[in-house]
């Protein structure tokens, strides 16, 4: 039996009855998932398919240049890194 961390799709059912799954650090204890953080997650969708869409396009933005904002939030300009 092993206590460790990864991430897993979870989803919430809200009180106003929209739904969300995202992306969660979960910690297994035991091999048994018993906690996550809400709130600092990878990604979140309105579904398991928009989840993995968005996955595709964080990835595909690995491959651009990064932006930069200048100023006071005002403008973004691409960059070499």
Request: hydrophobic share 35%; charged share 30%; aromatic share 12%.
């Amino acid at each position: 039996m092993d206590n460790y961390w990864n991430y897993r799709v979870v989803k919430k059912n809200w009180k106003n009855g929209l739904v969300s799954y995202d992306v969660c650090e979960v910690y297994y204890e035991n091999d048994k998932p018993t906690s996550w953080i809400w709130g600092k997650n990878v990604l979140s969708g309105e579904s398991k398919v928009g989840l993995e869409l968005t996955l595709d396009s964080v990835q595909k933005a690995f491959t651009k240049p990064v932006l930069e904002i200048i100023g006071d939030d005002e403008e973004l300009v691409e960059i070499e890194e």
